[in-house]
Nanobody, 123 residues
Framework: QVQLVESGGGLVQAGDSLRLSCAASGRTFSYYNGGWFRQAPGKEREFVAG????????YYVDAVKGRFTISRDNAKATVTLQMNDLIPEDTAVYYCAAGPSGGWSRPDRYVHWGQGTQVTVSS
């Protein structure tokens, strides 16, 4: 079983940066696709970024391309989301997820989820 714990959320102003970290437990982590999703109040959970098990491939929703960077360190069993040039529209609860490769933007392809961390961006 893989367990995920997010950290790094907080309250920032537009233009600031945050780094979200996801710490994973479980020896199968290196075989899983890693991903970040976010959910704002009253909205559906949205795919933000994904990364292949070996880190060679990354995927981003158009709204964050050029601003967010996903990375992973399998030796440390972590997935990181570097968030730059934050805007109020980025405000949401951010969730780390892991699952078998394939269907990067589909929540159902991720079988393990963290508890979420709040990111609030003021104008």
């Amino acid at each position: 079983q893989v367990q995920l714990v997010e950290s790094g959320g907080g309250l920032v102003q537009a233009g600031d940066s945050l780094r979200l970290s996801c710490a994973a437990s479980g020896r199968t982590f290196s075989y899983y696709n890693g991903g970040w999703f976010r959910q704002a109040p009253g909205k559906e959970r949205e795919f933000v970024a994904g990364i292949s098990p070996n880190g060679a491939s990354t995927y981003y929703v158009d709204a964050v391309k050029g601003r967010f960077t996903i990375s992973r360190d399998n030796a440390k069993a972590t997935v990181t989301l570097q968030m730059n040039d934050l805007i109020p529209e980025d405000t949401a609860v951010y969730y780390c997820a892991a699952g078998p490769s394939g269907g990067w933007s589909r929540p159902d392809r991720y079988v393990h989820w963290g508890q979420g961390t709040q990111v609030t961006v003021s104008s």
